[in-house]
């Protein structure tokens, strides 16, 4: 016996290890009286999935694990990390269908954005119930840590380091990648339950505060009801999910640092020194707009104004007041702090705070040599986890192909939502930024059902009643109490602060994915026109593209379609 599973593929325990990570929220239900009827949602792909590992086990025993010539290492690695995220994607999702909450291309879509820490949600919080809402958040937290890096925490995988870095992992500060493993999982796991006990110190009950710790470690955003951090009105619940944030936007390797008491060598790369920065200059800016804007007072637009910077460059999402509300100047600040998002290596999306401080600097010594043709400068450096690194050549050709690719996608990406959702070039180019960078917040005229409230949107509009939508189960609300819906994403506008909807009034079911629309005293549809399966098409490709290295998704497609390729052509030749 234990021959046999010595011989056996890492891959087909890896398979059977996805069956134990999709059936443990079986182990909450007890927790929540009642939901014992959704442990088959759970039970049924846990054991489908140890099946799988079975059959890949014995199909591979005992073979040595080749690739064809043509391959190389980092393509083999692009498909194998693209083929284990697309099974966690088909996976993840039945839980949601068999417990008949979404059918099932939203089931993906909420998957996609669970285990891509985006936050979108078309779940409605408030009635979904609680074992879903968990299973939600512990998505987020497994996508926050990676599949592969849970792969090397287990097994021994051919070319394992190239698998760990093409996930998003470049940098490795212990010798042995296992054990890098090991310890980055002992600390992320450490700072959740600080983070959860915290929370529950500073009010919230036991199931928010697990809940949103999962949410703000993974820089994802899922709320655990219909309202946002904002709506437990406490500094102490924004202080500690500012520290989360920080740390879910900052480099695993940079908190291994930290943890081993190197906090001058953390101060001396570039990039968290770059992101400091970036608070330190944009809070005041922010604090200052809000205050002129809104009215606020000093005290009070400084509070909302750090929490709003550190929650939109760590994509996560969470608000203390709903970002339609901002002033104009400031949604443009979001629309750039979310493509730039948190450092390498973290959970977050965006370029990445070390491209963003290498384009900045690249494009100041080009300036600086315009001015100054005769002088010869130095080849500049910056300073990462392995330390002092040149900006050479190399480096330079990478992150401007990186970035061209970027935007590039995102153009693309904004030209098809204007063509699948018929909203304006704005509004798409918005909302498929919040999507491509895994933020999961939308502004403009709308505030789309999101991290923050998830499908039953939360409105204030004085004296508001609320409308439930079957489908995504949006919550709609007007001044006057009518309700108004229409195909599209999952959105809510309100003419005021947002705040949690309303119970009772009068319901409107519609099919679908609902959308809700309010304004004083006329229900006005936020997004109309265009196929909804076509929208949330476009919404999971840029998830997906988000939270993976572009160039491994490219890799692993190309990898794929040529091996594909070659056994057509070889099952030809054989049957002629």
């Not at 870095?165 to 959740?192: K, W």
Request: glycine share 12%; with cysteine.
């Amino acid at each position: 016996m234990k021959n046999f599973l010595y011989k056996c593929s890492p891959y087909g325990w890896f398979v059977a290890l996805s069956g134990l990570i999709i059936g443990l929220p079986i182990a909450a239900v007890p927790f929540f009286p009642g939901e014992q009827r959704y442990i088959p949602a759970f039970l049924c792909p846990m054991l489908f999935s140890f099946l799988a590992g079975a059959l890949i086990c014995g199909a591979t025993r005992g073979k040595k694990e080749t690739a064809p010539e043509w391959q190389q290492p980092i393509q083999r690695g692009s498909l194998i990390i693209l083929a284990v995220w697309c099974y966690y994607f088909a996976l993840g999702a039945a839980p949601f269908a068999l417990a008949g909450q979404l059918n099932a291309l939203q089931a993906l879509y909420e998957s996609i954005s669970g285990w891509t820490t985006t936050g979108l949600t078309l779940l409605d919080t408030a009635a979904a119930p609680r074992v879903i809402i968990f299973y939600r958040s512990y998505m987020q937290f497994c996508g926050g840590l990676g599949f592969i890096l849970m792969m090397v925490l287990f097994f021994r995988v051919k070319h394992s380091m190239v698998l760990y870095a093409a996930e998003g992992h470049p940098d490795r500060s212990m010798p042995n990648l296992r054990l890098t493993s090991q310890v980055t999982v002992l600390i992320y796991c450490g700072l959740f339950c600080a983070g959860a006990i915290l929370y529950r110190a500073f009010g919230m009950e036991t199931f928010e505060a697990v809940c949103t710790a999962l949410s703000a470690l993974s820089t994802a955003g899922f709320s655990a009801g219909a309202g946002n951090i904002g709506a437990f009105d406490s500094v102490a619940v924004e202080a500690v999910t500012i520290a989360l944030m920080l740390a879910g936007a900052s480099n695993f390797a940079v908190l291994l640092l930290f943890a081993e008491g190197k906090v001058r060598r953390v101060l001396q790369i570039t990039e968290i020194r770059f992101m400091f920065g970036l608070i330190a200059v944009l809070t005041p800016v922010a604090a200052a707009v809000l205050a002129a804007g809104l009215g606020m007072r000093a005290g009070e637009s400084v509070r909302h104004a750090l929490f709003g910077v550190v929650a939109v460059f760590s994509t996560t999402g969470f608000s203390t007041i709903a970002y339609h509300q901002w002033p104009p100047f400031l949604i443009g600040v979001v629309l750039l702090l979310m493509i730039v998002g948190g450092c390498s290596g973290s959970t977050s999306g965006g370029i990445k705070m070390s491209r963003a401080y290498l384009l900045y600097r690249i494009t100041r010594e080009n300036i600086r040599k315009r001015m100054s043709p005769s002088i010869k400068l130095a080849v500049p450096h910056y300073h990462t986890v392995s330390g002092k690194t040149p900006i050479d050549g190399e480096l330079i050709a990478d992150t401007f192909g990186f970035a061209v690719c970027y935007f590039g996608i995102l153009a693309a990406g904004t030209l098809l939502l204007t063509l699948t959702s018929g909203c304006t070039l704005a509004d798409a180019l918005f909302r498929f930024t919040s999507v491509f960078t895994t933020t999961g917040i939308t502004g403009g005229g709308a505030d789309v059902a999101m991290a923050g409230g998830g499908a039953a949107a939360a409105l204030a509009v004085g004296g508001s009643q609320a409308a439930s939508l079957a489908g995504a189960g949006a919550a709609a609300a007007t001044g006057g109490g009518a309700a108004a819906a229409t195909s599209g994403w999952a959105a809510a506008a309100a003419s005021g602060f947002s705040a949690p909807v309303a119970s009772g009034g009068p319901v409107a079911s519609l099919a679908g994915i609902g959308v809700a629309a309010a304004a004083s005293g006329v229900g006005v549809p936020i997004t109309t026109g265009g196929p909804n399966a076509a929208t949330l098409i476009v919404e999971m490709l840029g998830m997906v593209l988000g939270r993976m290295e572009i160039f491994v998704v490219f890799f692993g497609v190309s990898s794929f379609v040529r091996l594909l390729r070659k056994h057509m052509l070889r099952f030809r030749s054989a049957h002629k």
